[in-house]
């Protein structure tokens, strides 16, 4: 019996050697980090993160971490039956699985079943490893990791059929990258209307003290004080865009979420008035909180904030420092962050956060607006189911969307105290009523819509007026190596993915505007350019030289719009909104590099590149080569201009776009080449790749069939001789594994048979 024991023992031994060896070679990457995987569950989204072992105090000198999560991605809808009797019952909007968003039933794409999805916060440097597992029914998917720029791994920057092919539905791709970049960033899907129904969430990246510029103007930075808006509609995102681009629909969002939920009232019998939760966030007198602020939006929507009796103090921007300067209110744009500094110097109590939209949010059209609540540790304030009563009316539908009714929830059993909707215990609200109306905070303002430098900065205070705390590089030398004029605009041709040309319009008013750079749509290839870089045919890349005898400024022209850049070259870009079309504003966002803000102004109600060209060659343009603000998203005044630079070194394919989820679906978006092919890293082991089918032999479909006969049959005679249905071509030594086969079928069955 023994002896039988070490036949099978040295049969199966070359197989255990194998797996030792390769558990070996793959664990030299890793042998100078400590593991931390961390096998997460479907938590409620406020309980999750900070159970996490990455989120921590960030000390000087410790060994990076790596740092694991699974995002399960899916089909999904609010208001579930997980959400059992939310929002009578205030506890049962905070269960397991329940997205309640703002009330309104929609289908949505949650991540482990939350809106935001889970937040990610490490230290710099730490290793971050995200297995993002599609269990969408028929959706491919990517995750973009906003503000990191994936220096010496571009491959992970997530965007469809540049960096990487789409994530096909039930399978699984792992992103791993370092947290190079500090500060507050975000994560989201770069995949259709995705971002929109609610693939998002917080990145945060923190230092140690010791390199925080900044540490002396705070007490505290916590999980519960990240902030995450983004305009909300009450249809899927593809459903809004098909009806806006194909139809007489609308592109104006009617309400903004902070952290996922929204007011909205639920009316019963007539009388009976509940509100959703609010999102809230809880100081304590005498003590100085840092707040980050991320804008997911997707449409024209810039956000204005403030708090009640409360002044903000920025103190960075995309995850880059500046100097503190303080204001009454902070405009941000889609992709934009900002941090900044309260002061909790008030009469305990409770306050508004007020959230106006503007541009396609404003009192033009739906008003979209949210409030949250800051409470005072220490403060209660009890209010009765009578007192309740007295305060509900009915309201229509709109009056409902459009203001906070003074009231509370009628089920105030629970004692729940967690990091986004603070003590559940007191769910009352500010004595004052709070809408859209009498939300404007007067006084000085960061980031205003469409000014410039011109602007008065005892009211306005626009990007260019803040001052990075980052010393001089070679991004404000006097002169760039290249630069480009980036021009765009809403245009009137005729966009073939809309309608064809000469169709009649019924409706001229609701005729689409196209949105271009330089007159081009980007036509993404049907393979990603970075990762199978080698298969780019010549010729393929356009800019607006190349198409220069189309016409496009007329005709509908659209291709794979992009630039070559060397490496290690100082770019400017001078991007202008001509505005000729209509009042509007874009945020853009370039992966892979941040910039400096160098200049910024509006001219006019509209501007052509020509006069900007005139206006630099008479020195009117007037850079900050001294100080200059770094982020990685900005806007330009409409009829106006921005400057950028950028130092290109990091090579890869890189994409610049608007931030407007629309926009960019439509074409507005550019890549720029970084590098010669061999410059850019190589491609990792067995990394995925697509791309279209179309053999050229129609006539294979025959041999096919015959071999697809009695597969059973054909696999094991494969599995001991040469089947004729395989390749006599591919030249392919396989005796080896014949033998192999054989040793491993005779082992299995003397291991069955006990041997």
Same mark, same amino acid.
């Given at each position: 019996m023994k002896n039988k024991q070490l036949v099978v023992v040295l049969l199966l031994l070359p197989l255990i050697a194998f797996n030792v060896t390769f558990v070996l070679s793959h664990s030299n990457n890793i042998q100078e980090l400590e593991v931390l995987k961390?096998?997460?569950?479907?938590?409620?989204? @406020?309980?999750?993160?900070?159970?996490?072992?990455?989120?921590?105090?960030?000390?000087?000198?410790?060994?990076?971490?790596?740092?694991?999560?699974?995002?399960?991605?899916?089909?999904?809808?609010?208001?579930?039956?997980?959400?059992?009797?939310?929002? @009578? *019952?205030?506890?049962?909007?905070?269960? $397991?699985?329940?997205?309640?968003?703002? /009330?309104?039933?929609?289908?949505?794409?949650?991540?482990?079943?939350?809106?935001? /999805?889970?937040?990610?916060?490490?230290?710099? *440097?730490?290793?971050?490893?995200?297995?993002?597992?599609?269990?969408?029914?028929?959706?491919?998917?990517?995750?973009?990791?906003?503000?990191?720029?994936?220096?010496e791994t571009p491959y992970m920057d997530g965007v469809p059929y540049v960096t990487q092919c789409p994530i096909l539905p039930r399978t699984t791709f792992r992103y791993t990258f370092k947290a190079a970049q500090a500060g507050t960033h975000f994560w989201h899907s770069h995949t259709g209307m995705q971002r929109t129904d609610g693939c998002f969430g917080p990145l945060i990246v923190r230092i140690p003290d010791e390199e925080n510029p900044h540490d002396p103007q705070y007490d505290f930075d916590l999980s519960a004080h990240i902030i995450v808006l983004i305009d909300w509609e009450h249809v899927t995102g593809i459903e809004k865009f098909l009806y806006h681009h194909h139809s007489i629909g609308d592109n104006k969002p009617p309400v903004i979420l902070v952290n996922g939920m929204g007011k909205s009232a639920i009316v019963e019998n007539n009388k009976t008035l509940y509100e959703m939760p609010l999102a809230r966030f809880s100081v304590e007198q005498g003590y100085r909180y840092r707040f980050r602020v991320i804008n997911a939006g997707f449409l024209n929507c810039p956000i204005e904030m403030s708090v009640d009796n409360h002044t903000i103090k920025v103190i960075s921007t995309d995850g880059n420092d500046v100097s503190p300067i303080e204001a009454d209110s902070l405009v941000t744009y889609a992709g934009e962050r900002f941090d900044f500094v309260l002061s909790a110097d008030q009469p305990k109590a409770l306050y508004w956060m007020r959230f106006r939209g503007l541009m396609d949010c404003d009192e033009r059209y739906k008003k979209a607006f949210q409030v949250a609540v800051l409470e005072y540790q220490g403060y209660s304030?009890?209010?009765?189911?009578?007192?309740?009563?007295?305060?509900?009316?009915?309201?229509?539908?709109? %009056?409902?969307?459009?203001?906070?009714?003074? $009231?509370?929830?009628?089920?105030?059993?629970?004692?729940?105290?967690?990091?986004?909707?603070?003590?559940?215990?007191?769910?009352?609200?500010?004595n004052s009523i709070a809408n859209y109306d009498n939300s404007i905070r007067e006084g000085k303002q960061i980031n205003s819509?469409?000014?410039?430098?011109?602007?008065?900065?005892?009211?306005?205070?626009?990007?260019?007026?803040?001052?990075?705390?980052?010393?001089?590089?070679?991004?404000? @030398?006097?002169?760039?190596?290249?630069?480009?004029?980036?021009?765009?605009?809403?245009?009137?041709?005729? *966009?073939?993915?809309?309608?064809?040309?000469?169709?009649?319009?019924?409706?001229?008013?609701?005729?689409?505007?196209?949105?271009q750079i330089n007159h081009i749509s980007m036509k993404m290839p049907n393979f990603p350019l970075l990762s199978q870089r080698n298969e780019v045919p010549k010729n393929m890349f356009c800019t607006e030289e190349t198409?220069? /005898?189309?016409?496009?400024? @007329?005709?509908?022209?659209?291709?794979?719009? &992009?630039?070559?850049?060397?490496?290690?070259?100082?770019?400017?870009?001078?991007?202008?909104?001509?505005?000729?079309?209509?009042?509007? *504003?874009?945020?853009?966002?370039?992966?892979?590099?941040?910039?400096?803000?160098?200049?910024?102004?509006?001219?006019?109600?509209?501007?052509?590149?020509?006069?900007?060209?005139?206006?630099?060659?008479?020195?009117?343009?007037?850079?900050?080569?001294?100080?200059?603000?770094?982020?990685? $998203?900005?806007?330009?005044?409409?009829?106006?201009?921005? &400057?950028?630079?950028?130092?290109?070194?990091?090579?890869?394919?890189?994409?610049?776009?608007?931030?407007?989820?629309?926009?960019?679906?439509?074409?507005?978006?550019?890549?720029?080449?970084?590098?010669?092919?061999?410059?850019?890293?190589?491609?990792?082991?067995?990394?995925?790749?697509?791309?279209?089918?179309?053999?050229?032999?129609?006539?294979?479909?025959?041999?096919?069939?015959?071999?697809?006969?009695?597969?059973?049959?054909?696999?094991? %005679?494969?599995?001991?001789?040469?089947?004729?249905?395989?390749?006599?071509?591919?030249?392919?030594?396989?005796?080896?594994?014949?033998?192999?086969?054989?040793?491993?079928?005779?082992?299995?069955?003397?291991?069955?048979?006990?041997?």
């Open positions: 961390v096998h997460q569950k479907h938590y409620n989204y @406020k309980f999750e993160e900070e159970s996490h072992p990455c989120t921590r105090k960030c000390i000087l000198g410790e060994k990076p971490k790596i740092c694991q999560y699974n995002f399960t991605i899916e089909n999904y809808y609010t208001m579930t039956k997980a959400c059992h009797a939310c929002p @009578k *019952n205030i506890t049962d909007c905070f269960r $397991t699985d329940c997205i309640f968003a703002d /009330g309104k039933e929609r289908g949505v794409v949650g991540v482990n079943r939350k809106i935001p /999805g889970p937040s990610i916060e490490v230290c710099q *440097n730490d290793i971050i490893v995200v297995d993002v597992k599609n269990q969408m029914m028929s959706e491919g998917v990517t995750i973009h990791w906003h503000g990191q720029h994936m220096l304030r009890k209010v009765t189911g009578n007192d309740v009563a007295e305060n509900v009316t009915e309201s229509t539908d709109d %009056e409902l969307s459009n203001n906070v009714v003074d $009231t509370v929830f009628h089920n105030n059993n629970s004692n729940i105290n967690n990091r986004w909707f603070g003590n559940l215990e007191n769910d009352d609200f500010p819509l469409n000014w410039g430098t011109e602007a008065d900065t005892n009211v306005h205070i626009t990007i260019p007026k803040l001052s990075s705390v980052q010393k001089w590089d070679h991004r404000l @030398k006097l002169k760039p190596d290249y630069q480009f004029y980036l021009a765009y605009d809403f245009y009137t041709i005729d *966009n073939k993915h809309f309608y064809g040309p000469g169709y009649e319009f019924r409706n001229v008013s609701a005729r689409v505007l196209t949105p198409v220069k /005898g189309e016409n496009c400024s @007329k005709t509908y022209c659209e291709c794979p719009h &992009v630039y070559q850049i060397p490496v290690n070259s100082l770019v400017e870009l001078i991007i202008v909104d001509e505005g000729f079309a209509y009042n509007a *504003n874009h945020p853009l966002h370039l992966h892979g590099y941040s910039f400096r803000v160098v200049a910024m102004e509006r001219v006019g109600e509209n501007v052509t590149v020509a006069q900007i060209k005139q206006k630099d060659k008479k020195g009117l343009i007037k850079r900050n080569l001294l100080d200059a603000p770094v982020k990685d $998203t900005v806007t330009v005044p409409d009829g106006g201009y921005t &400057v950028v630079r950028f130092q290109a070194t990091n090579p890869g394919f890189w994409m610049f776009h608007c931030h407007l989820e629309f926009h960019a679906e439509i074409g507005m978006a550019l890549v720029f080449k970084i590098g010669e092919n061999d410059e850019m890293p190589p491609v990792p082991e067995g990394f995925p790749r697509c791309g279209n089918y179309i053999p050229s032999n129609i006539s294979w479909g025959e041999k096919q069939t015959e071999c697809s006969r009695n597969f059973i049959v054909n696999q094991l %005679e494969t599995l001991f001789f040469k089947h004729s249905c395989q390749s006599e071509t591919s030249g392919t030594d396989v005796s080896h594994f014949k033998y192999r086969n054989v040793i491993i079928v005779f082992a299995t069955i003397l291991a069955i048979l006990g041997y």
